[in-house]
Nanobody
Framework: QVRLVETGGGLVQPGGSLTLSCAAS????????IAWFRQIPGKEREGVAV????????YYGDSVKGRFTISKDNAENIVNLQMNDLKPDDTAVYYC?????????????????WGQGTQVTVSS
């Protein structure tokens, strides 16, 4: 059974940085695609960043391009999301998700495996 555990959330001032980690376990294939999504109460989940399990290619949502970086540590089955120049609009619960696909995608319905989420609050 796939298990995803997110860590690293917290309170940060605008302009600050934070790194989220997603520890994945229980998957049988070597090459899952892992993505980060975020959700504000009352709104739909928004795709933030994704990294391909096959070739390591990455893709970002428009609102975070140039500020966020997704990376993975294959040895530890951990995917990190480095978030820089954080803005109050980045405040949300951040989730990691895992599934298998030919091309990396930020379409939420394509993912069947989700973590519990970690809260990120950007405020002065």
């Amino acid at each position: 059974q796939v298990r995803l555990v997110e860590t690293g959330g917290g309170l940060v001032q605008p302009g600050g940085s934070l790194t989220l980690s997603c520890a994945a376990s229980g998957f049988t294939s070597k090459s899952p695609t892992i993505a980060w999504f975020r959700q504000i109460p009352g709104k739909e989940r928004e795709g933030v960043a994704v990294i391909s399990g096959t070739d390591g290619s990455t893709y970002y949502g428009d609102s975070v391009k140039g500020r966020f970086t997704i990376s993975k540590d294959n040895a530890e089955n951990i995917v990190n999301l480095q978030m820089n120049d954080l803005k109050p609009d980045d405040t949300a619960v951040y989730y990691c998700a895992l599934d298998y696909m030919a091309y990396p995608s930020l379409l939420e319905p394509l993912y069947d495996n989700w973590g519990q989420g970690t809260q990120v609050t950007v405020s002065s």
